[in-house]
Structures are given as structure tokens and as C-alpha cells.
């Protein structure tokens, strides 16, 4: 299984600022990484498929980078609805052993 | 626009097995291109995949539930289902479904239910 490691845990960025969050993969995915976000009480929404497109309707203020096994998402400046928990997930191999997600990061204000 | 509703018990009780369903409107669960999804996230903390069915009733699981999982699709209903059995407490979580979709490289959970809370307790 491909374990997916989120770091920090918890960023604590002002609004205006830029947030940064990590994804690490155990083993190579290539580009196959996606990002969601999730707000309390809801479900996880698609924001980044193949660790750099958008999702249909996701700001530009969203952006995603890496291959292999390092990812970024950057949030470039935060608004008030961004302050969210973020999930990475690995979609490698066809059929997958499995779905991994990372543990997620929690962007609070600061 | 696809929307996704889960339903079923809020309450089981351990040793017992829990039965959801997902409801799927405004889209064919009988499409190509879309696997079924059952998703779960115990209170505080990360998504795990539970596992996926396609229309022609294929199967993926997760291997560290496989032994206990079985998920179903009736397309004469639009539906699919989730069995997971021998429950205990620590399969007290939030229940998603969600439709899995696949094109090409592209292989992501585009559309989730809301989400049901389902509590393992005597």
C-alpha cells in the first residue's frame, strides 16, 4: 500500500497570505495526485487532479506542483473560505491495491 | 447536476452489520467511465476507501477490510450498497459515497454524498 504523509498538520496563515502544504508519497505516483478540500460538516470537494489541474470552478488562486513522490499545494492568497482541511489522495496503478488519502492539513487562521 | 444521498441506520450494534445504501440522481449508476465509492472518516480524523463497484458489478476493496466488505449495485434502482460486517467501535465514522471517475490518466471522486454518521454501540 502507498502510504500518503501531509505535513504540516495544522498552518496557521493569515487571510491574504500565501498557505503551502505538503504531500509526500512512499513510493513513486507519478502525476496521479488530486487534492480536496474539506470545510467542517461537509463532504470533500475535487480541488487539483494529476497534482497540477484544476478542478472544474476551482480559483486560480489554487495551484498544485510535483511528480513522483513530493506535491505542493499552494494556496497563493487565502480568503476567508479557504480555512479548510485539504486531503491528498493517490489514484496510481490500475487496478489500485488500494486508495490511500494523506492524514490532511488543517489551514486555520492565524 | 449528480447527486449522491446515503441512508440507513444511524445506530449499530457491535458484532452486527451495517447496511447503507447511496442513491444516485441526475446520472446512471449503469455509465461508463464511473466507479461507485463508499469512502469512510471516523469522528476527528482522515478519509479512508472503503471500496468501488462498476455497473457490471466488479469490485475493488480495501485489503485491510476486504474479509468484511461487500458493496452491491442494483442499476433498476440507481442505486448501490455497502454490507460491512462484525462491526465494532472503531468502524464508527462518517459514511460517504462518492462516484469515482475515470478517464484516461485522470482517476478522481468527483461527486460525494453528504455524508451519514453511523455509530457502533450496544
Known amino acids: ?110 | 447536476q449528480v447527486q449522491l444521498q446515503e441512508s440507513g441506520p444511524g445506530l449499530v450494534k457491535p458484532s452486527e452489520t451495517l447496511s447503507l445504501t447511496c442513491t444516485v440522481s441526475g446520472g446512471s449508476v449503469s455509465s461508463g467511465s464511473y466507479y461507485w465509492s463508499w469512502i469512510r472518516q471516523p469522528p476527528g480524523k482522515g478519509l479512508e476507501w472503503i471500496g468501488y463497484i462498476y455497473y457490471s458489478g466488479s469490485t475493488n476493496y480495501n485489503p485491510s477490510l476486504k474479509s468484511r466488505v461487500t458493496i452491491s449495485v442494483d442499476t433498476s434502482k440507481n442505486q448501490f450498497s455497502l454490507k460491512l460486517s462484525s462491526v465494532t467501535a472503531a468502524d464508527t465514522a462518517v459514511y460517504y459515497c462518492a462516484r469515482y471517475f475515470i478517464v484516461a490518466t485522470i482517476k478522481v471522486f468527483d461527486y460525494w454524498g453528504q455524508g451519514t454518521l453511523v455509530t457502533v454501540s450496544s
Open chain 1, 1 to 110: 500500500e502507498i502510504v500518503m504523509t501531509q505535513s504540516p498538520a495544522t498552518l496557521s496563515v493569515s487571510p491574504g497570505e500565501r498557505a503551502t502544504l505538503s504531500c509526500r508519497a512512499s513510493q513513486s505516483v507519478s502525476s496521479n495526485l488530486a487534492w480536496y478540500q474539506q470545510k467542517p460538516g461537509q463532504a470533500p470537494r475535487l480541488l487539483i487532479y494529476g497534482a497540477s489541474t484544476r478542478a472544474t470552478g476551482i480559483p486560480a488562486r489554487f495551484s498544485g506542483s510535483g511528480s513522483g513522490t513530493e506535491f505542493t499545494l499552494t494556496i497563493s492568497s487565502l480568503q476567508s473560505e479557504d480555512f479548510a482541511v485539504y486531503y491528498c489522495q493517490q489514484y496510481n496503478n490500475w487496478p489500485p491495491k488500494a486508495l490511500t488519502f494523506g492524514g490532511g492539513t488543517k489551514v486555520e487562521i492565524k
